[in-house]
């Protein structure tokens, strides 16, 4: 793994430059003043906070049926003590 150390300065003007390397796998140690950090080489991940319009849709239709089922709880006082068991 390469390792690059940089100033802030350097790194500011070259952004492109610089996140074209962690993607491709280097270490970046940023040093500015009497302070550093390092930046980890960059992951691949999937980010399962997100819907896509398809999916979110769907999810909106299920729960509207769900509620034209009848299959739903009024959140009252009492239920929100019971289920977090106060």
Known sequence: M???VVSR??????FDT????????AQLIL????????IP???AIKDDTAYT??????KIAASI?????GDY?????????ELLGL
Not at 9 to 14: A, D, I, Q, S
Not at 31 to 38: A, E, P
Not at 53 to 58: F, I, L, R, S, T
């Open 73 to 81: 709880i009024v959140l009252t006082k009492e239920k929100r003590k």
């Open 18 to 25: 610089y996140f074209k390397k962690i993607e491709e796998g």
């Open 65 to 69: 049926a769900q509620v034209e089922a």
């Open 31 to 38: 040093k500015w003043g009497n302070k550093q950090t390092i």
């Open 53 to 58: 319009k398809e999916e979110w849709d769907a």
């Open 41 to 43: 080489p960059a992951e």
């Open 2 to 4: 390469e390792t690059i």
């Open 9 to 14: 300065r350097k790194f500011t003007g070259n």
